[in-house]
Nanobody
């Protein structure tokens, strides 16, 4: 059974940093495309960053240069290092795994497995 558990969210002032973690279990780590999505109140869930099976990272334009996605195969953990945080980054952040052959931030429907979410609040 695939399980994804996020942690690391919290409150931070604009310009600060946070690192989110997603501990995965129930599948062979590295065989699924994984990603971080976020959802702010009243907004659609949007893709933030993805890490495909070839080790390529893709970022949404607004976080490019500020966020870094990475993974630790030994710990079976996906990370999202967030720096230079802005109030616009405030959202619930979700870890996701594709469970399929397609990997794209364009739609959350490509991802079949999700964590429970961790809240990130950035004050200005």
């Amino acid at each position: 059974q695939v399980q994804l558990v996020e942690s690391g969210g919290g409150s931070v002032q604009a310009g600060g940093s946070l690192r989110l973690s997603c501990v995965a279990s129930g599948f062979t780590f590295g065989t699924y495309c994984m990603a971080w999505f976020r959802q702010a109140p009243g907004k659609e869930r949007e893709g933030v960053a993805s890490f495909d099976i070839d080790g390529r990272a893709t970022y949404e334009d607004s976080v490019q240069g500020r966020f870094t996605i990475s993974e630790d195969a030994v710990k079976k953990t996906l990370y999202l290092q967030m720096s230079s945080l802005k109030s616009e980054d405030t959202a619930a952040y979700y870890c996701a795994a594709s469970g399929g052959n397609w990997c794209s931030l364009e739609s959350s429907t490509y991802f079949g497995f999700w964590g429970q979410g961790t809240q990130v609040t950035v004050s200005s």
